[in-house]
């Protein structure tokens, strides 16, 4: 069963915008913080942003100042909002979500392919 419904990714070239949709339910998304990853081809994933539910953020050194990370409650959705895109962005993007409760339980959807072209 899939919990966390991504969209949005695509091909752009350098210098573009793309904007990444997590959708999810409300038991998920009232619990948890959300985030997205990365993984490039022969890389290890990597986090690009985290919003948790009080709404603080951080962000990757390498994406700070052009991507924002955001979340909807009245749609239970987190976004990333992708801007001056460059061919190093390309990667696989997975929305994320880790429960804050004392038992802990992680959430990966299924991911979107984002490319960069130069």
Known sequence: QVQLVESGG???QTGGSLRLSCETSGRIFNTCDMGWYRQAPGKQRELVA???ISGSTNYADSVKGRFTI???N???TV????N???????????????SIGIVKTTYWGQGTQVTVSS
């Open 50 to 52: 985290r919003i948790r």
């Open 74 to 76: 009245t749609r239970n």
């Open 79 to 82: 976004y990333l909002q992708m």
């Open 10 to 12: 695509g091909l752009v």
């Open 84 to 98: 001056s895109l460059k061919p190093e962005d390309t990667a696989v993007y997975y929305c994320n979500a880790d």
């Open 70 to 72: 955001s979340r909807d």
